[in-house]
C-alpha cells in the first residue's frame, strides 16, 4: 500500500521559510521522481517541482531560486525547502508519486504566509 505522509508547514512571515517533508512507504523510493505541487484556495493545482531518481531537480518559474527540493533515499523522504516566502504563496502543498498505475497524493500541508 502506498502512502505518503506530510509534516510541516503552518504560518510564517513573508520573507520567512519552512520546510515541508514527505514519507513515502509501500513504493521503490531510490527509483521515482517524486513532485510537489500547491493549490491556492479557487484556484487550481499548481506543479511546484520534481525531483529524478538521481537527484535532479526542475522547478515552476514562480518559484525558481527560493523553492527547494531534496531527497534522502535512506529515509524514502522528499523535502520542500520554501524560503523568502511571499502572501501568494499561501496555499495547501502535496507532494506526488506517480507508481505503476497509480498516481498517490501526499494529504497535503497548510502554508500560510502573512504577517
Known amino acids: 500500500q502506498v502512502q505518503l505522509v506530510q509534516s510541516g508547514g503552518g504560518l510564517v512571515q513573508p520573507g520567512g521559510s519552512l520546510r515541508l517533508s514527505c514519507a513515502a512507504s509501500?513504493?521503490?523510493?531510490?527509483?521515482?521522481?517524486m513532485g510537489w505541487y500547491r493549490q491556492a484556495p479557487g484556484k487550481q493545482r499548481e506543479w511546484i517541482g520534481y525531483i529524478l531518481s538521481g537527484g535532479n531537480t526542475n522547478y515552476a518559474d514562480s518559484v525558481k531560486g527560493r523553492f527547494t527540493i531534496s531527497r534522502d533515499d535512506a529515509k524514502t523522504t522528499v523535502y520542500l525547502q520554501m524560503s523568502n516566502l511571499k502572501p501568494e504563496d499561501t496555499a495547501t502543498y502535496y507532494c506526488?508519486?506517480?507508481w505503476g498505475r497509480g498516481n498517490y497524493w501526499g494529504q497535503g500541508t497548510q502554508v500560510t504566509v502573512s504577517s
Open positions: 509501500g513504493i521503490t523510493f531510490s527509483m521515482l521522481s
Open positions: 506526488n508519486v506517480i
